[in-house]
């Protein structure tokens, strides 16, 4: 049923393991590689077409500085995080309470609630394009940043529930038992008691939540417009004109803009891990 350990396979099939694996790996970085590489050439090589060939000239610190100085990449990136960070500490928060509430009562309707909530991630999210947009326009919402959090918050509750709801029903529930007989309320329960014990959960979920919003497109291009609200992923589209696409610009601006995500999983990389890992052993 499962696969055998490397080490335990023929001299053969370890050799071509070891062949193979880095071969592999080349090919998934290979995107990435080229981007970093694009980022670094000159504007003349793609107009002569040298998009493969050694660069002409290494113009790493030009391209970077034209994206930092010379463009509104600075306001996007603000805007980033103005969206992520707000967006994350809500959807967090919330799905910490309703997963209390989910997780510990027993009331009529607890199941079919926890459903609904499941039941939300698997709209396709492209069919609320026109309601959602129409939405946001009839409340004064549109091309804001505080509509982009707003929406991601109510979009993201739902896997954070079943996230977290999850992982406090592994929680000991004797724990809770006894706080009530020594008279603590409910809410100092779940503050005192319930929430420190799920810090592994929130540094995972607060992972997981911030690489989605801050690589979100679809909705940032959708509700926003301009550098006033738009974030980073939008913003890297405003290097193309009207005839001519900037490629050594936005391959510098992706550049830059996939950083924060790199950056806060290798802070977080630790609690991270425990936070995945947590019950998969008892």
Not at 4 to 25: C, D, F, G, M, N
Not at 109 to 132: E, K, R, S, T, Y
Request: include cysteine; aromatic fraction near 16%.
């Amino acid at each position: 049923m499962f696969p055998r350990p490397i080490q335990t396979q023929s001299a053969a099939v370890q050799t071509a393991y070891k062949t193979l694996l880095p071969l592999a790996l080349i090919m998934w970085l290979l995107p990435l590689i080229a981007v970093a590489i694009f980022s670094i050439r000159p504007e003349a090589d793609f107009a002569t077409g040298n998009y493969w060939g050694m660069p002409s000239s290494f113009d790493l610190a030009a391209n970077y500085g034209r994206v930092f100085f010379d463009s509104d990449m600075p306001r996007y990136l603000l805007n980033s995080f103005l969206i992520t960070i707000p967006t994350v500490v809500g959807a967090v928060a919330l799905s910490c309470m309703t997963g209390f509430a989910l997780g510990i009562y027993r009331f009529k309707g607890n199941l079919w609630i926890f459903f609904m909530f499941i039941a939300g991630n698997f709209v396709p999210f492209q069919i609320l394009m026109v309601p959602v947009r129409d939405l946001t326009v009839d409340l004064g919402l549109y091309d804001t940043k505080l509509g982009l959090v707003l929406f991601h918050v109510a979009f993201q509750t739902g896997f954070c529930t079943l996230f977290m709801r999850n992982f406090i029903r592994a929680l000991p529930f004797p724990l809770i038992e006894a706080a009530r007989v020594e008279g603590v309320s409910e809410w100092r329960i779940f503050w005192f008691v319930v929430l420190p014990l799920m810090k592994p959960a929130l540094a995972a979920l607060a992972v997981l939540i911030f690489t989605f919003i801050w690589n979100d497109y679809f909705w940032a291009i959708v509700l926003t417009q301009g550098p006033d609200a738009q974030p980073v992923t939008a913003g890297i589209t405003s290097f193309n004109s009207q005839f001519r696409a900037a490629y050594h610009l936005m391959s510098a601006g992706s550049i830059v803009a996939a950083l924060p995500p790199v950056l806060m999983f290798f802070l977080m990389q630790k609690h991270f891990i425990a936070g995945l890992t947590l019950g998969a052993v008892k």
